[in-house]
């Protein structure tokens, strides 16, 4: 009986601990709620305000000193930062679809608001001292807030850069990557370097392809970064250099030389010559053929990631002194090689007849993925012409 009274007991309280998680639930679910329509109600009320303030400017008038003042208390709670951000966002928006725009007004529109984000600018760089001293999640947050809008005037772009590197010190990836982001938007050349000298010695670090991707939203003059960048590239690490490598070859073909070198250094971390390869088949370059067609042709197996990638980037260079190497490594015995052979010889436009050789030849590899890319790009036409 004392066994049946026990378990009775373990219902009762298995039953209330499920009603009480119910309950709690419940209550959560509508205290979140009304959160959400509270942080509407905000958005909405503030939404109308800056616009409220920017049709004021348009009509000749300023930005009222009692917005300004409204601003500064409120920003300094995330979640009106959070909704700055939502109503900047749905002005921009705006602004790129024309939603706003009358064909003889949209001049003094795009005035109107820009006026306005310079008028909250020393506003934005109070903020950088208020969340720089917040934990990793507000900082981070503030960085992405930074490098996703353009409200900061050249006198005050100084300061938040200076915040910006000190968030990037810390070690949060977040706060990393949305720092860079930050300064990148900034254009701020001076910073970035200093940033990846940092990010050199970090014990977080970034991917190289999230640095590139960075580097590329870069607002200023590409050139003029790309030549700082160069003066101080022996003094990042690997995975830096290969950051700035991958961010030149995308951006600008005016660093050939520079590339050759990197390439032809045999003490040079192999990413970073694959890197300089990769720039030469964006970039055709006479002088870069030959050591390309060397390092094709190379007999080493322990090389033959560089001798794929110089497969590839012949596809670059349609003369005879090509055809022949890709004619030649289409026999590797290493399936990357054959491929991006096979691939490259494609390219360059080689009919059946001129593959005749190969296809009738004894090397069954080599000539089952000569037809493996014939028949792939038969394939392809039939698709094209399908549409």
């Excluded at 991958?246 to 990413?271: C, P, Q």
């Amino acid at each position: 009986m004392g066994s049946n009274i026990g378990s009775e007991v373990l219902l009762y309280l298995y039953g209330t601990v499920c009603v009480c998680m119910i309950l709690y639930n419940t209550c959560y679910n509508v205290i979140l709620r009304r959160g959400e329509k509270r942080l509407k109600r905000t958005s909405r009320r503030l939404e109308n305000e800056i616009i409220g303030q920017i049709a004021q400017v348009q009509r000749g008038g300023g930005v009222s000193a009692e917005h300004l003042k409204t601003l500064r208390r409120r920003l300094r709670s995330v979640k009106n930062m959070l909704t700055l951000d939502d109503v900047l966002t749905h002005i921009e928006d705006s602004e790129k679809q024309g939603d706003w725009q009358n064909s003889g007004e949209l001049a003094a529109l795009e005035a109107a608001i820009e006026k306005y984000r310079r008028a909250i600018s020393p506003i934005i760089r109070r903020m950088a001292d208020v969340y720089g001293g917040r934990d990793n999640l507000q900082a981070a947050f503030f960085a992405y807030f930074v490098g996703k809008h353009k409200v900061l005037s050249d006198d005050d772009k100084r300061d938040v850069s200076d915040a910006m590197i000190i968030c990037f010190k810390r070690n949060s990836f977040y706060c990393k990557v949305n720092a860079l982001q930050a300064l990148c938007a900034l254009a701020d050349e001076e910073a970035i370097l200093k940033a990846l000298t940092i990010e050199s010695s970090s014990d977080v670090r970034i991917h190289e392809k999230i640095s590139t991707e960075i580097l590329l939203g870069f607002s200023g003059d590409h050139e003029s970064l790309i030549g700082k960048l160069w003066e101080k590239l022996d003094d990042y690490s690997e995975g830096v250099q290969l950051a700035v490598l991958n961010y030149i070859r995308f951006k600008s073909g005016r660093w050939k030389e520079e590339m050759y070198s990197v390439m032809m250094d045999e003490d040079r971390n192999k990413e970073l010559r694959f890197s300089a390869i990769r720039y030469f088949a964006r970039y055709p370059w006479q002088k870069a053929e030959r050591p390309i067609i060397n390092l094709a042709l190379s007999e080493d197996d322990t090389k033959w990631e560089g001798s794929a990638i110089c497969a590839s980037a012949l596809a670059s260079y349609p003369d005879e002194d090509a055809v022949r190497t890709l004619m030649t490594i289409i026999h590797s015995r290493n399936w990357y090689v054959r491929y991006n052979a096979a691939e490259s010889l494609q390219k360059l436009g080689l009919n059946y007849e001129r593959l005749l050789d190969i296809i009738r030849g004894d090397d069954r590899y080599a000539r089952e993925m000569i037809m493996y890319r014939l028949e792939e790009n038969e394939l392809m036409k039939g698709g094209e012409e399908a549409k």
